[in-house]
C-alpha cells in the first residue's frame, strides 16, 4: 500500500474552512484514498473516500488531484468538535488493511 | 453509519491474569475484523485480523500465543490478553468490516475502544 505524507498539525479559526493535504505520490491506479479522524480517547470515525473523482458527503469534501499524487480533506465549516487527528489512509482496494500513519493534528480554535 | 461495540470500555486487573475484549457488530454480518493497539501519543497499529471460522492473521512482532483472538461468529470477535503485564496496559480498539453490498460507504468501522491498565 502507498506511503501518505500528512503535516503533524494544523490550527483553525472556528467557522473558517479546514484544509487538510495529503501526499500519497507512489499510489498506483486502482488505490483509494481514505480519510479517518480520531478523536481523543475514542475509535476512528470515518469520514470520506475516493478513487479519482472528487467526494463530497454530509461531513466534507474530498478533493483528489487529476494525478492522484495528493488529495485535500476540506471541512466546509469547521467546529470546535472537529477537533481531532485526522489520518489520510492509502489502500489497494476497498477490503485492504487500514494501516494508520501519524495523521495531522487539527485544533479548532474559537 | 455502522456501529461496532466494544465491551468492557476499560478494565483494570492485577499482573499474570488475563483480560477478553469483545468486539461486535451491531448492524451487519463481518467476515472480517481487526484488532488494533494504541499507546498513548501514538497512532494506532494493528495487530492481528481475525476472519470468522478461521484463524487470525498475525501482524509481525505480535505475540499469537499472548493476544488470543477468536472470531467465533459473523458479529462477534474476541481479544484476550493472557497473563497481562504492566507493558500491555494499552488502548485497545476493534474494527470490523462491512460487506460488499455497502460498496460506496466506509469498509471499516470502529468500535469505541477499551482501556487497559494492568497493576
Known amino acids: 500500500d502507498a506511503k501518505t505524507t500528512q503535516p503533524p498539525s494544523m490550527d483553525c479559526a472556528e467557522g473558517r474552512a479546514a484544509n487538510l493535504p495529503c501526499n500519497h505520490s507512489t499510489i498506483s491506479g486502482n488505490e483509494y484514498v481514505y480519510w479517518y479522524r480520531q478523536i481523543h480517547s475514542q475509535g476512528p470515525q470515518y469520514i470520506i473516500h475516493g478513487l479519482k473523482n472528487n467526494e463530497t458527503n454530509e461531513m466534507a469534501s474530498l478533493i483528489i488531484t487529476e494525478d492522484r499524487k495528493s488529495s485535500t480533506l476540506i471541512l466546509p465549516h469547521a467546529t470546535l468538535r472537529d477537533t481531532a487527528v485526522y489520518y489520510c489512509i492509502v489502500i489497494y482496494n476497498q477490503g485492504g488493511k487500514l494501516i494508520f500513519g501519524q495523521g495531522t493534528e487539527l485544533s479548532v480554535k474559537p | 453509519g455502522a456501529v461496532v461495540s466494544q465491551h468492557p470500555s476499560r478494565v483494570i486487573c492485577k499482573s499474570g491474569t488475563s483480560v477478553k475484549i469483545e468486539c461486535r457488530s451491531l448492524?451487519?454480518?463481518?467476515?472480517?475484523m481487526f484488532w488494533y493497539r494504541q499507546f498513548p501519543k501514538q497512532s494506532l497499529m494493528l495487530m492481528a485480523t481475525?476472519?470468522?471460522?478461521?484463524?487470525?492473521?498475525?501482524e509481525q512482532g505480535v505475540e499469537k500465543d499472548k493476544f488470543l483472538i477468536n472470531h467465533a461468529s459473523l458479529t462477534l470477535s474476541t481479544l484476550t490478553v493472557t497473563s497481562a503485564h504492566p507493558e500491555d496496559s494499552s488502548f485497545y480498539i476493534c474494527s470490523a468490516r462491512s460487506p460488499e453490498s455497502r460498496t460506496g460507504r466506509a469498509t471499516q468501522y470502529f468500535g469505541p475502544g477499551t482501556r487497559l491498565t494492568v497493576l
Open positions: 448492524d451487519f454480518q463481518a467476515t472480517t
Open positions: 481475525s476472519n470468522e471460522g478461521s484463524k487470525a492473521t498475525y
